[in-house]
């Protein structure tokens, strides 16, 4: 997956860019279909507690999953950010077989339709 790391008005450290791409190369496991990954840093209000933000955006097969999070340390507010994106990863995973189920399902039900159109 590609993850690109944005700074809004500062230089990311090593360290900080290494754990951003641990963190969210670690969302592959949850979703196999994710295209790319935008993680974006800023600071809020410099004096003030809970100022970092991280947003985090998923690029996915017909879908985008965005979370942002803010937190005392950017660490802080990018695990949080990723157990966002873990929850909607689930619900998507769970919608999509829901859905090929349903397809399937449907599909079955025609075919024991056309079948008992022939047997008459």
């Known amino acids: 997956m590609d993850i690109k790391i944005q700074a809004i008005h500062f230089v990311v450290a090593k360290q900080l860019e290494a754990f951003i791409q641990k963190k969210v190369s670690k969302l592959e496991q949850f979703y ?54 873990e929850k909607q990863l689930g619900k998507i995973k769970k919608k999509n077989r829901a859905g090929d189920g349903q397809i399937h399902d449907v599909v079955t039900a025609i075919g024991k339709q056309m079948k008992n159109k022939e047997e008459k």
């Open 32 to 85: 196999d279909g994710i295209l790319s990954a935008e993680v974006v840093l800023r600071v809020i209000k410099p004096e003030s507690a809970r100022n970092k933000q991280a947003r985090v955006r998923l690029m996915i097969k017909n879908n985008d999953c965005i979370a942002e999070k803010e937190s005392d340390t950017f660490e802080g507010a990018i695990d949080d950010a990723v157990v966002a994106l």
